[in-house]
């Protein structure tokens, strides 16, 4: 274990200025690495978007208000030096933010997440990590914190600081592990792929109303109650930007679609409305409840049908041999077997059934780290020639 880093937050500053974002930048420019987080408020507010930045060198600690600044480029171009490794903790979410906020993504990255899971630490949270390595225990009342309120109190701003100012000497033990076990080459690879691949969006296969879990089981009627509800949801959310579960749960909605009210003194009643709800928007949710009520029965939503696969055996016996396959290793490495080789890989492999390393490696969810460590074993337990002894 190392020496527990410096703690003090007395050199931790809050920056709410343009000129003194871009002096901070100025000195990152020539740090070789800096670690990096970002706070939102997902929780407390519709839109997901960058509520406070959290910078560290090896030199300081600084927290960057976004909403007080004009200009951030100084900081899209600081994550797009090759010559800096910039360092996060599940830097997935942040890049995701960063890139839907400002266009921005970071090109020389370590991820100390990822790390860990390729060492099979027990607890992969940042909080577990410095518990473990420097005995440093975060302050579980900022978990959910609304980091879109101002002013930020001291205590926030401490909490906040703490993901990034003991980031490097986390990075620098598990970046040495890593190299120990031979697995540096592996997470290299991971970081990279975090840079390049594409985090916009996809469209949902679903309208959002029947991704509520509960919805299914509603009959017609009861979705095109619960369809009207959702949006009328949605659109409140995003006018008054709250998080829409805190204007209305999924629980209550799902009863006023099953056994919808049939006038206001009845939607009073119904658990989870709440009076302040009821006296603020009641006449707007009887409003969608009408909705709903009044679609044409030639127009109320269908479930659709998932496609069914015709059974394949063969395939079937490929995929369990597969899998057990990769529950040995999993032993032999020290690792989650979702780590070693995720189940949509294995179910993609047993599918194309490839006959060679070459025809392996075409399969492109298949790491190149995963095709040297494990390549050979695949493919034998695809042939099932018994040859699948550790």
């Known amino acids: ?12 500053s809050l920056i709410d200025n343009q000129r003194e974002m871009e002096q901070l930048f100025r000195r990152l420019a020539s740090e070789p690495i800096v670690a990096v987080d970002t706070e939102a408020a997902s929780f407390h507010r519709f839109r997901d978007r960058v509520y406070l930045l959290q910078l560290s060198s ?15 480029s100084p900081l ?14 599940d830097a997935d979410y942040d890049l995701r933010l960063l890139r839907q906020e400002y266009g921005f993504s970071s090109e020389h990255l370590f991820d100390t997440r990822i790390a860990a899971q ?24 900022y978990q959910r914190a609304d980091w879109s309120q101002r002013p930020l109190t001291r205590p926030m701003l401490e909490y906040a600081a703490a993901d990034t100012r003991f980031l490097l000497p986390l990075r620098d033990l598990l970046r040495e592990q890593l190299r120990e076990r031979g697995r540096l080459s592996w997470a290299e690879e991971e970081f990279a792929l975090l840079s390049t691949t594409d985090r916009s969006p996809s469209d949902p296969e679903q309208p959002s109303f029947l991704r509520i879990k509960g919805a299914k089981a509603l009959n017609r009627r009861g979705l095109a109650i619960l369809r009207e509800l959702a949006q009328w949801r949605e659109d409140l959310a995003r006018r008054t930007d709250r998080a829409a579960f805190r204007i209305l749960s999924n629980e209550p909605m799902l009863v006023l679609a099953k056994d919808p009210p ?13 009076q302040d709800l009821f006296e603020r928007r009641g006449k707007e949710i009887f409003a969608a409840l009408e909705r709903g009520l009044a679609v044409p029965e030639s127009e109320l939503p269908r479930l659709q049908r998932a496609i069914r696969i015709p059974p394949d055996g063969a395939y079937d016996a490929r995929l369990e041999r597969l899998k057990a396959l990769r529950g040995r290793l ?17 179910e993609i492999i047993a599918r194309r059934n490839p006959a060679t390393l070459e025809q392996l490696s075409e399969i492109r969810e298949l790491r190149r780290w995963q095709l040297g460590e494990l390549g050979p074993e695949l493919l034998a337990a695809l042939r099932n020639n018994g040859n699948q002894s550790l």
């Open 1 to 12: 274990m190392s020496a527990t880093p410096e703690t003090d937050s007395k050199d931790i």
């Open 76 to 89: 899209g171009k600081l994550l797009r030096a090759p010559e800096t490794e910039i360092v996060f903790h």
């Open 330 to 346: 999993a032993e032999r490495y020290q690792l989650a077997p979702g780590v070693l080789c995720p189940n949509g890989t294995l």
């Open 58 to 72: 090896r030199q300081e600690t600084a927290v960057v208000d976004p909403l007080a600044v004009s200009d951030l």
């Open 118 to 141: 390729l060492l099979n630490e027990p607890g992969i949270g940042l909080a577990a990590l410095l518990e473990k390595y420097f005995g440093i225990h975060l302050d579980k009342r």
């Open 262 to 274: 049939r006038d206001l003194g009845a939607l009073r009643q119904v658990k989870g409305v709440g």
